[in-house]
């Protein structure tokens, strides 16, 4: 089985670039030994016009019967001569898939120091499969394809050539072509829809399977429209790990959030707000503002709760009363984000001492978030679905308990002045509701007279006296001497 990606050139970029970005020369045959067989990468062509690198792997069907693989759909067998008699030499496959990720390994992370600024940016691209199982047929090819940017070519391949009437095979041949792509993603894309169509792995499909997907998908699976069949048939049917699969891709789609929406909104406010030449985003405002409260109240031990990718930790990093800080996101990418943004890796060791970042859902109970002086939820509650609302606020208001919480979330009445913001729209695609005043203020009220705390609130940004600030803010304080919560009371009784 083979497959061939090209690319064409120009005189700034010669199509050899290819040749770097795969680390591969094209002047050197290269062979890597597997478990099943021996990949080759060859160059059929290679100037500065048009480039070529096939993918040719010579599957040793002898080993994959040895090693019990040599097995039909789901790894039960089709038949009784199915481990002898089978495709996989001949069919593009998770075998192919996995001497992708082998061979091509650093080209697929998008990792070149040759030619860093050519792997980081969208290049022409052509990739060849002549023989590719697709159950499902090309429909399914290009419903699986082309929402990711690539156009896609798809002819059925005859049963036999010489005898019409028998119809089509499962198999078809597939030429994808792009110039939105970088070669990394159309490596990714490559490594895990392989499978997907031939709905079959060569290997047992541990729970490790899981963490693969979601890297090999970081950036498209989330958002794609056949997610949930990508999902199903990636991890061969195995329904416990597609459900852990699918509520991770669920968790990191909430979680990330588009910046420069976020940016231009946070910006437009501070414009129509601020007669200077260089207004303050909101963005800014409400970080000051959640500092200026955490100075009040005294915290030294804080915890961020939901910290995305890490701005207000980094802004309390600077602040020396804040001895200890700890983000708190259910996204490990933000995290991943947080830590660079915080240049961990290279912080000083007092420095380090005072921050960490771990991952965790602020829809459970959790052991690690007590004893702290405060919490912060910064434009969190918002992407909560409001039935999941109640498990937050036990998270963080009845197990955690820190002294002083803080929450912040967008004022809905302020919306009206933003002419950009087609009206019954929220400030944010993922948004799932966003408060008025009162609203908010009945919510903070409930919650703490559940939960034995006092609640002030702070307007964040200009305060209009028609519609209020563009930011509102609750200021829990929990009471030093309270007579028991509702919840305390239920519990004693019981």
């Known amino acids: 089985m083979f497959l061939t990606i090209s690319t064409s050139g120009d005189e700034q970029h010669p199509a050899t670039d290819l040749g ?3 680390h591969k020369h094209p002047d050197n045959p290269y062979s890597a030994t597997l478990s099943y067989g021996t990949a080759h990468v060859v160059y059929p062509e290679a100037d500065a016009e048009r480039c070529t690198a096939a993918l040719l792997l010579e599957v040793d069907a002898v080993a994959l019967v040895r090693r019990g693989k040599g097995k039909g759909r789901g790894g039960a067998p089709d038949a009784a001569l199915a481990q002898y008699v089978n495709d996989r030499p001949y069919a593009a496959s998770s075998l192919l898939a996995v001497a992708l990720s082998g061979v091509f390994s650093s080209a697929m992370r998008g990792v070149c120091k040759a030619r860093p600024e050519r792997a980081a940016k969208p290049m022409p691209l052509r990739v060849e499969v002549p023989a590719l199982p697709a159950r499902g047929g090309p429909e399914l090819v290009r419903r699986l394809f082309e929402p990711l940017g690539w156009a896609a070519s798809v002819a059925p391949v005859a049963l036999d050539s010489a005898f019409p009437e028998w119809g089509e095979s499962r198999y078809v041949r597939l030429v994808l072509e792009s110039e939105k792509l970088t070669l990394a993603e159309g490596l990714r894309h490559l490594y895990v829809l392989l499978p997907v169509l031939d709905d079959a792995k060569h290997y047992w499909v541990a729970p490790d ?18 997610q949930k069949l990508i999902t199903s048939r990636y991890l061969s049917r195995r329904w416990s790990l597609t459900r852990e699969a699918m509520e991770r891709l669920e968790l990191v789609r909430l979680a990330e959030t588009d910046d420069s929406e976020v940016e231009e909104i946070d910006n437009a406010v501070a414009a129509e707000s601020e007669a200077d030449e260089k207004p303050t985003p909101l963005a800014v405002q409400r970080r000051d503002a959640i500092i200026a409260a955490l100075g009040a109240s005294g915290a030294a031990r804080v915890l961020d709760l939901g910290c995305g990718q890490g701005q207000l930790v980094q802004a309390l990093l600077k602040d020396p009363r804040f001895t200890e800080i700890v983000g708190v996101d259910v996204s490990m990418r933000a995290l991943t984000i947080a830590s660079r943004r915080l240049k961990l890796d290279r912080m000083g060791e007092r420095q380090a001492a005072r921050v960490r970042l771990i991952q965790g859902s602020l ?3 959790d052991k690690r978030l007590k004893g702290y002086d405060a919490a912060v939820l910064s434009e969190v509650i918002e992407h909560l679905d409001l039935p999941r609302l109640p498990a937050l606020e036990y998270s963080v208001f009845g197990a955690a308990r820190p002294r002083t919480v803080l929450v912040t979330t967008p004022n809905v009445e302020y919306n009206v002045r933003w002419e950009s913001l087609p009206a019954g729209h929220v400030r944010h695609g993922d948004h799932r509701f966003e408060w008025t005043r009162e609203e908010f203020r009945s919510w903070a009220d409930t919650v703490a007279e559940r939960h034995g705390y006092d609640v002030a609130f702070v307007p964040v940004g200009p305060d209009d006296p028609e519609v209020g600030p563009p930011t509102q803010m609750a200021v ?7 007579t028991n919560t509702p919840d305390e009371k239920e519990a004693k009784a019981a």
């Open 20 to 22: 770097f970005l795969l």
């Open 209 to 226: 399977e899981v963490d693969k997907l979601l890297r090999a998908g970081e950036g498209w699976l989330p958002d794609h429209p056949e």
């Open 363 to 365: 829809a459970y109970t």
């Open 476 to 482: 829990f304080t929990l009471r030093t001497t309270t």
